[in-house]
């Protein structure tokens, strides 16, 4: 059974940078399929960005240029990487792989 577990959320000013983590355990087959999603107050779940089983990512109009997922294989775990914070962007982050999510870690960018 495969089980993911964030951490690294917390409150920053705008301008702000944080890295969440990801840790995954189980059955893995590659960590370079995972995705980070985000919920912000009140709204739908959201894709933030995924990785694909080529290295490849994509990501969020919204966060282009300022976030960026990576991945280490060895330590089975998906990083996500948030510069120049907006207010905007406060939000529960959630862990993905297929049908599996994490508990989600919040973050909060003050203005």
């Known amino acids: 059974q495969v089980r993911l577990v964030e951490s690294g959320g917390g409150s920053v000013q705008t301008g702000g940078s944080m890295r969440l983590s990801c840790a995954a355990s189980g059955t893995i087959i590659n960590t370079n399929i995972m995705a980070w999603y985000r919920q912000p107050p009140g709204k739908e779940r959201e894709l933030v960005a995924r990785?694909?089983?080529?290295?490849?990512?994509t990501y969020a109009d919204s966060v282009k240029g300022r976030f960026t997922i990576s991945t280490d294989n060895t330590k089975l775990t998906v990083y996500l990487q948030m510069n120049s914070l907006k207010p905007e962007d406060t939000a529960v982050y959630y862990c993905?792989?297929?049908?599996?999510w994490g508990q989600g870690t919040l973050v909060t960018v003050s203005s």
């Open positions: 990785i694909t089983h080529d290295g490849s990512a």
């Open positions: 993905n792989y297929f049908a599996v």
